[in-house]
């Protein structure tokens, strides 16, 4: 019997696999996929708290701001110090998956879980691996399979309440500004998130998301920004924005998108994912330790991810709330305020991918009228 079963190869199970393997547990790894890293859902921007948990060649741009584009053609260029990395996402997943291994981790591909259930003395995870079926069993497991998590679904009962519908693709055109990632706003081409267009070196990725409702759309609105898009591949799905009121229970653990660990305003999982796999393998090298699995013990691990990005999640998810009602009338007006000198400083001063709360509370407190435009959006028309 395993001392941990991980469903899922995606950087946040991969890195609690390591952190665990490299305590001495054994841990065998589930990937539904016949490859990690594919298929790419993921625009791969990241900040450099990200290479702090994980050594990568898979760096293949760095930009230091953002051009935001407004409903009415506004435009505001956000410059920052320091870098943000574009990485090419199956190739870091790769990585990450190479660390586990490298450790000891037994990873299995093509194995897909097909139900889970809790014995008395362990779990037991039924899957399916190139047609064949098995029971493997383990005194704990970590479900870190993503938005439509088997683990969270048999273990937990309990949906991701709030969920954008994303659409992007890899194009072949090169944007010729490489420092810079762009954000589109309005509802020609969302609904009720925001447009994007990164800058991945020989090619771009392009996408959309929306909330309640499909992005395709939406997408091809946006496109036609790019006359002469040349799209190499097309990635989709669904990202949760809001965590599960309870992300730990007996002899389980959820991480990453299946526990919707994830930055409510950007969509972004990569950072979130690897610090809530961090706290498991912690977590349960403790409980594992002490031959004590029990629900009550296992609530450390949430705990610990709390205590770091916790309150940023829950502020995060109550502006994205405020955001996604916003208008294309004030939106404009709210481009009014913001693209001022003095806003523009502590924008640039004050911004931080990971904690963009801060950035937020900062315009708020120096701008009183902002708030009237985003509890109260008007409706007039441009």
């Known amino acids: 019997m395993q001392d941990v079963i991980v469903v899922g190869a995606g950087p946040a199970g991969s890195y609690a696999a390591y952190a665990l393997a490299k305590k001495g547990f054994t841990v065998k790894q589930l990937e539904e996929h016949q490859e990690v890293g594919k298929p790419v859902e993921c625009t791969g921007l990241v900040s450099k708290r990200v290479l702090k948990f994980v050594k990568t060649g898979s760096i293949i741009n760095k930009v230091h701001g953002a051009h935001v584009y407004f409903p009415n053609d506004g435009k505001i260029s956000i410059s920052k110090a320091d870098e943000?990395?574009?990485?090419?996402?199956?190739?870091?997943?790769?990585?990450?998956s190479g660390m586990a291994t490298g450790a000891g981790v037994e990873l299995i591909i093509n194995a897909k879980a097909l139900a889970i259930r809790r014995d008395p003395d362990g779990i037991m995870v039924r899957t399916r691996c190139n047609r064949d079926i098995q029971e493997l069993?383990?005194?704990?497991?970590?479900?870190?399979?993503?938005?439509?998590?088997?683990?969270?679904?048999?273990?937990?009962?309990?949906?991701?309440?709030?969920?954008?519908?994303?659409?992007?693709?890899?194009?072949?055109?090169?944007?010729?500004?490489?420092?810079?990632?762009?954000?589109?706003?309005?509802?020609?081409?969302?609904?009720?998130?925001?447009?994007?267009?990164?800058?991945?070196?020989?090619?771009?990725?392009?996408?959309?998301?929306?909330?309640?409702?499909?992005?395709?759309?939406?997408?091809?609105?946006?496109?036609?920004?790019?006359?002469?898009?040349?799209?190499?591949?097309?990635?989709?799905?669904?990202?949760?924005?809001?965590?599960?009121?309870?992300?730990?229970?007996?002899?389980?653990?959820?991480?990453?998108?299946a526990a919707?660990?994830?930055?409510?305003?950007?969509?972004?999982?990569?950072?979130?994912?690897?610090?809530?796999?961090?706290?498991?393998?912690?977590?349960?090298?403790?409980?594992?330790?002490?031959?004590?699995?029990?629900?009550?013990?296992?609530?450390?691990?949430?705990?610990?991810?709390?205590?770091?990005?916790?309150?940023?999640?829950?502020?995060?998810?109550?502006?994205?709330?405020?955001?996604?009602?916003?208008?294309?009338?004030s939106f404009v007006k709210l481009y009014e305020i913001i693209s001022r000198e003095e806003n523009m400083e502590v924008i640039g001063r004050v911004g931080d991918i990971d904690f963009p709360s801060r950035v937020v509370a900062s315009l708020v407190l120096r701008n009183p009228a902002l708030l009237s435009h985003i509890l109260f959006p008007r409706r007039l028309s441009l």
């Open 84 to 96: 943000t990395v574009v990485l090419e996402r199956d190739e870091f997943d790769k990585d990450v």
């Open 137 to 257: 069993k383990a005194r704990a497991v970590i479900g870190a399979d993503g938005a439509n998590s088997i683990v969270r679904k048999d273990l937990f009962g309990e949906r991701i309440k709030r969920v954008v519908s994303a659409y992007q693709v890899e194009s072949a055109e090169q944007l010729e500004d490489q420092d810079n990632v762009n954000v589109y706003l309005g509802s020609a081409i969302t609904k009720g998130y925001f447009a994007w267009a990164t800058p991945a070196g020989d090619t771009s990725r392009i996408g959309t998301a929306s909330i309640g409702g499909t992005s395709r759309n939406y997408f091809h609105e946006l496109n036609r920004r790019f006359r002469n898009n040349k799209i190499l591949s097309i990635t989709g799905g669904p990202i949760p924005i809001s965590t599960l009121s309870k992300t730990y229970g007996e002899r389980a653990l959820l991480v990453g998108d």
């Open 260 to 329: 919707g660990i994830v930055k409510p305003l950007s969509g972004g999982g990569i950072y979130t994912g690897i610090l809530s796999g961090s706290k498991a393998a912690i977590a349960l090298e403790h409980a594992l330790e002490r031959n004590d699995l029990s629900e009550k013990k296992l609530k450390s691990y949430e705990k610990m991810w709390k205590s770091e990005i916790g309150t940023e999640l829950k502020i995060d998810l109550m502006i994205q709330k405020l955001f996604a009602r916003i208008t294309d009338y």
